[in-house]
């Protein structure tokens, strides 16, 4: 594969100020930690270890924010797609308790980092809203709130009827839905750049278009990293690379370990002093309970509407018209309204559900798994993985305390995501 590759035409792209120049990594040196992966999760691990004064690399094989953390769609959630009620029931309320904690500590963390290095990623705390298609899933949502709030003293959910959600987003077809004040929306490829920024500033060596294409394990110790410019010498390396650890040989020891799943975003043009320029008054983001996930928020004035669907390896006309189908059936007001950008990415899905963080060996770490709510669970995690690097005590729930397995059958498991995606789509469209 050729190195770098394009950036993609999103809607981030296309708003953020331009990205710096890149910097590659040549020649030969040595460092006492590297960073595969310059996303959230390798960006937030490098601040974490720099501070402890550990002399750290960051490696991306392409331009900075051209994964996940610059394609996503800007949700702040510290939700993780299992849920806290079930935790309790599978590993205890404790371990519940603890996670809720991580989900809450990394929202937050999200406003301190914009804080620290004076970002402006456009980053709105409205909160989300989980919107309930039927009757059941209302019941459903009503039965978790009350759960949060009376168990974990969770006072921030709440549950809104039919008429509070119509006027909440300006559009029919929920019969209620649970709002969760905490998190909000944001740009991500510019809380990404400026992340990366502030940790160049403050003496971080963070090297784009600098892809590893081996990983050789020494005789005495430590690990070579082979670059086509170079190589880099350290005694461990974390591999960061999530949902896209496909792309070089350097992923090759976790890539079996999720399952990338592509989702794919639209974005509308400008609404203002146009029909739809109302709705979603409240700025936060929006998701559907049905299996196949829709959700939608506003960003400026121009509406986003994304889901899972966008099978394969490439876009596909076919998985952005389905989400335009979608989007006209919710809001029909945006009828005639101009589609200007389509993108998509991939998601990391586990088969537990949670993300992880582990060690393969006494010189590779791993980070991984974050199913679709990254943007501050990855941005926080770095502190639990250089935990991890350094042999720390530490208490990341079941983030650390559960192994990470490979996918079972992971050659067909296109195959398979088509398959348990068309069986949810038709059990969608059943009302199942």
Request: proline share 4%; with cysteine; aromatic share 6%.
């Amino acid at each position: 594969m050729k190195f770098p590759q394009a950036d993609i035409a999103s809607l981030w792209q296309a708003s953020a100020p331009p990205p710096p120049e890149p910097q590659r990594l040549a020649g030969s040196r040595q460092a006492e930690i590297a960073v595969i992966g310059g996303g959230y999760t390798g960006l937030s691990t490098a601040r974490a270890l720099a501070r402890q004064g550990v002399d750290v690399v960051v490696l991306e094989a392409n331009r900075l924010g051209w994964g996940a953390s610059g394609r996503n769609g800007g949700v702040v959630s510290g939700k993780f797609r299992i849920s806290y009620a079930r935790m309790a029931r599978l590993w205890g309320l404790d371990v519940a308790r603890r996670m809720h904690g991580i989900g809450v500590a990394a929202m937050e963390n999200v406003a301190d980092l914009l804080d620290e290095y004076d970002i402006d990623a456009q980053y709105r705390p409205s909160g989300s809203l989980r919107c309930a298609h039927r009757p059941e899933a209302l019941s459903a949502l009503r039965e978790e709130c009350v759960w949060l709030r009376d168990v974990l003293g969770d006072r921030s959910v709440s549950m809104l009827d039919a008429t509070e959600m119509h006027d909440e987003i300006g559009a029919k077809g929920f019969c209620g839905g649970m709002l969760n004040l905490r998190g909000g929306v944001i740009h991500p490829l510019r809380f990404h750049r400026g992340l990366a920024a502030g940790l160049r500033a403050d003496g971080v060596a963070i090297h784009d278009e600098s892809p590893v294409t081996a990983i050789e394990h020494l005789r005495g110790g430590g690990l070579n990293l082979h670059l086509p410019q170079g190589q880099l010498r350290v005694q461990q390396a974390v591999l960061a690379t999530n949902a896209y650890s496909s792309l070089t040989p350097a992923g090759d020891a976790i890539r079996r370990r999720v399952v990338p799943f592509r989702s794919a975003m639209i974005a509308t043009g400008p609404l203002t002093g146009l029909s739809g320029a109302t709705l979603l008054g409240n700025g936060r983001s929006y998701t559907e309970t049905r299996r196949m996930m829709r959700w939608f928020r506003m960003s400026g004035d121009r509406l986003l509407y994304g889901g899972r669907g966008a099978f394969g390896q490439r876009d596909r006309a076919s998985a952005f018209a389905a989400l335009e189908r979608a989007l006209l059936r919710q809001f029909p007001q945006l009828e005639g309204q101009e589609i200007t950008h389509r993108w998509s990415g991939l998601v990391a899905m586990t088969m537990d559900s949670l993300p992880h963080v582990g060690r393969l060996d006494d010189r590779l770490v791993y980070a991984m798994g974050y199913n679709g709510t990254g943007v501050a669970m990855a941005s926080y995690m770095g502190r639990h993985v250089a935990a991890t690097v350094l042999n720390q005590p530490d208490d990341a729930g079941l983030i650390t305390g559960l192994g990470l397995r490979n996918v079972p059958f992971y050659p067909a498991r296109e195959i398979g995501v088509r398959l348990v995606a068309g069986w949810y789509q038709a059990l969608d469209a059943l009302g199942k």
